[in-house]
T-cell receptor
Framework: DTGVSQNPRHKITKRGQNVTFRCDPISEHNRLYWYRQTLGQGPEFLTYFQNEAQLEKSRLLSDRFSAERPKGSFSTLEIQRTEQGDSAMYLC?????????????FGSGTQLSVL | AQTVTQSQPEMSVQEAETVTLSCTYDTSESDYYLFWYKQPPSRQMILVIRQEAYKQQNATENRFSVNFQKAAKSFSLKISDSQLGDAAMYFCAYRSAYAGGTSYGKLTFGQGTILTVHP
């Protein structure tokens, strides 16, 4: 399978704990995006990488959130001191660089539940 | 900033019939992409159809077609011969086409429309 892979699929944690999610994009894609989606809503942009550089961060991304993409390959999204409001589906997507069709390829997401 | 609005929270259609989902957007850009994504209960986002703003011809993918009205900033999705497998949440999305900008590639989504297909 050469699609976007996200792990874990589900994560249940207690309030105040730290969690980390991983995203493996399609190998030749140099752009990687994180989105957050709450039930019944459209995905909201969180952050974007081109290779290893984090080029944009949404105001939704508080100081408790940090994302990395070492060596421009996989990416991790960490949430520190989780709150119940962090409960959501976290989606990762990737796309080629310039010259692509504009299409983003999405992973299956990580569903976070904060108790 | 761009915004995308889907004014129909829910729609329903009988199997084999046709349904149209509405989407409007707001932008000051002249070159962009518009998409319809489908999200079934598995929550995997699946691309349904894509339209490039500089193309006047409406995109078509098998049973799915769009009505793109650039001046009106409207982008509706028509599903013909609806099937039970079409039941899902449908999202309209906007993406700038200006390469090199820091927001290049970022999708802005609408709120979604839940489509129910009745047998």
């Amino acid at each position: 399978d050469t699609g976007v892979s996200q792990n874990p699929r589900h994560k249940i944690t207690k309030r105040g704990q730290n969690v980390t999610f991983r995203c493996d994009p399609i190998s030749e894609h140099n752009r990687l995006y994180w989105y957050r989606q709450t039930l019944g809503q459209g995905p909201e942009f969180l952050t974007y990488f081109q290779n290893e550089a984090q080029l944009e961060k949404s105001r939704l991304l508080s100081d408790r959130f940090s994302a990395e993409r070492p060596k421009g390959s996989f990416s991790t999204l960490e949430i520190q001191r989780t709150e119940q409001g962090d409960s959501a589906m976290y989606l990762c997507a990737s796309s080629p660089g310039t010259g692509g069709t504009g299409k983003l390829f999405f992973g299956s997401g990580t569903q976070l539940s904060v108790l | 900033a761009q915004t995308v609005t889907q004014s129909q929270p829910e729609m329903s259609v009988q199997e084999a019939e046709t349904v149209t989902l509405s989407c409007t957007y707001d932008t000051s850009e002249s070159d962009y992409y518009l998409f319809w994504y489908k999200q079934p209960p598995s929550r995997q986002m699946i691309l349904v159809i894509r339209q490039e703003a500089y193309k006047q011809q409406n995109a078509t993918e098998n049973r799915f077609s769009v009505n793109f009205q650039k001046a009106a900033k409207s982008f509706s999705l028509k599903i013909s011969d609806s099937q039970l497998g079409d039941a899902a949440m449908y999202f309209c999305a906007y993406r700038s086409a200006y390469a090199g900008g820091t927001s290049y590639g970022k999708l802005t989504f609408g709120q979604g429309t839940i489509l129910t297909v009745h047998p």
